[in-house]
């Protein structure tokens, strides 16, 4: 079946280090890959997205590029910041009518001053 | 443009008692997800509606969880009767249609004591 595996956390960094949050996927065909944010208190937001291999997805200045010869989705940021705080989730879903998404267990990011 | 409403936010209660959730998706949205979402883990998928239709839900403890999604607008999640290992964050999703980006409530925070 299909599954997610993301890098385990808390990820501790100070402002303006450079961020890599690995994800490897396992899935049949070609899925869509995403990354979600969920803020203190706040709900799951889709972060970015790609939807075949090569292209990549950005957002905030965070970027992850679909790589189907490694089946990975790994999140980058070049410098980050207090607010960028949270948890990320790395997820995929089929394409089709049955279409759900298929998380990895997130990974918690900690920035500090 | 309104998001994904849920109510409760939180919710309290003993083993064995009942308890349901309402979501009221994204206006024109078709397709509507519940997710549930243990302390630690990712949201895990439990039902998906297309209109007013299930399209999965194969992983609804059919035997405690039911929902149901009258009209292809509003759903309701209900448990009966609670356990223990249902305390987690019950999360509702909407998109356009089946493939397209998910939109996520806040999730209603469940406790079962």
């Known amino acids: 079946g299909n599954s997610v595996t993301q890098m385990e956390g808390p990820v501790t960094l100070s402002e303006e280090a450079f961020l890599t949050i690995n994800c490897t996927y396992t899935a049949t065909g070609y899925p869509s890959l995403f990354w979600y944010v969920q803020y203190p208190g706040e709900g799951l937001q889709l972060l970015l997205k790609a939807t075949k291999a090569d292209d990549k997805g950005s957002n905030k200045g965070f970027e992850a590029t679909y790589r189907k010869e490694t089946t990975s989705f790994h999140l980058e940021k070049g410098s980050v910041q207090v607010s960028d705080s949270a948890v990320y989730f790395c997820?995929?879903?089929?394409?089709?009518?049955?279409?759900?998404?298929?998380f990895g267990t997130g990974t918690r990011l900690q920035v500090t001053l | 443009e309104a998001g994904v409403a849920q109510s409760p936010r939180y919710k309290i209660i003993e083993k064995r008692q009942s308890v349901a959730f309402w979501c009221n998706p994204i206006s024109g949205h078709a397709t509507l997800y519940w997710y549930q979402q243990i302390l630690g883990q990712g949201p895990k998928l439990l039902i998906q509606?297309?209109?007013?239709?299930?399209?999965?839900d194969s992983q609804l403890p059919k035997d405690r969880f039911s929902a149901e999604r009258l009209k292809g607008v509003d759903s309701t999640l209900k448990i009966q009767p609670a356990k223990l290992e249902d305390s987690a964050v019950y999360l509702c999703?909407?998109?356009?249609?089946?493939?397209?980006?998910?939109?996520f409530g806040p999730g209603t925070r469940l406790t079962v004591l």
């Open positions: 999703a909407s998109s356009l249609k089946g493939p397209d980006t998910q939109y």
């Open positions: 509606f297309q209109n007013n239709g299930v399209v999965d």
């Open positions: 997820a995929l879903s089929r394409t089709g009518t049955a279409s759900k998404l298929t």
